[in-house]
T-cell receptor
Framework: DVKVTQSSRYLVKRTGEKVFLECVQD?????MFWYRQDPGLGLRLIYFSYDVKMKEKGDIPEGYSVSREKKERFSLILESASTNQTSMYLCASSLRASGANVLTFGAGSRLTVL | AQSVTQPDIHITVSEGASLELRCNYS??????LFWYVQSPGQGLQLLLK??????LVQGIKGFEAEFKRSQSSFNLRKPSVHWSDAAEYFC????????????FGKGTRLHILP
């Protein structure tokens, strides 16, 4: 089975710190995604990538950036963390760019910004 | 506007009882349809999907879903729930006439009474 690994399950950071969330998938998937999950709001897409060095904005990209230097790794970056970025962050990947896509998710990274 | 609606935020059922979780979508054409489950503290896992063909789809863990075109619905069912089914359930769609971004409903949290 494909695995999506988010290296940090729980993080506590201070306002203004730079935060890196790392995501690695091991099945040569083309597409990778970062979502944010908040109670009552469901999953909201932050950024996604269809290929190495390619990135596209999702629905809520403000305050975030991403990096995809290698096919298997997709990083989410908070340049200057703020308290309203306290949330659960979910990484996902899928095989290719077609509608019949099954997403495989990581276990999530719960970020608290103080 | 195109949307995915899960009208029930919380549902409580007794162990052994039957379950139906509702999902409605508003798109012109039949989309690809998915149900995902999220256990506490975990990422999302695919339960089942509908792309075409038989409108009754079987999934993992004894779940099934039925696509009803006339009602624009894709409701999830299980004849007898187990305590381990307590989780959050997400309906999702990918419109066939758009790009590949999957759109999630806001989720239904299932509580199981012993």
């Amino acid at each position: 089975d494909v695995k999506v690994t988010q290296s940090s399950r729980y993080l506590v950071k201070r306002t203004g710190e730079k935060v890196f969330l790392e995501c690695v998938q091991d099945m040569d998937h083309e597409n990778m995604f970062w979502y944010r999950q908040d109670p009552g709001l469901g999953l909201r897409l932050i950024y996604f990538s269809y290929d190495v060095k390619m990135k596209e904005k999702g629905d809520i990209p403000e305050g975030y950036s991403v990096s995809r230097e290698k096919k298997e790794r997709f990083s989410l970056i908070l340049e200057s963390a703020s308290t309203n970025q306290t949330s659960m962050y979910l990484c996902a990947s899928s095989l290719r760019a077609s509608g019949a896509n099954v997403l495989t998710f990581g276990a999530g990274s719960r970020l608290t910004v103080l | 506007a195109q949307s995915v609606t899960q009208p029930d935020i919380h549902i409580t059922v007794s162990e052994g009882a039957s379950l139906e979780l509702r999902c409605n979508y508003s798109y012109g054409a039949t989309p690809y349809l998915f149900w995902y489950v999220q256990s506490p503290g975990q990422g999302l896992q695919l339960l089942l999907k509908y792309f075409s063909g038989d409108t009754l789809v079987q999934g993992i863990k004894g779940f099934e879903a039925e696509f009803k075109r006339s009602q624009s619905s894709f409701n999830l069912r299980k004849p007898s729930v187990h305590w381990s089914d307590a989780a959050e359930y997400f309906c999702a769609v990918v419109p066939m006439n758009r790009d590949d971004k999957i759109i999630f409903g806001k989720g239904t949290r299932l509580h199981i009474l012993p």
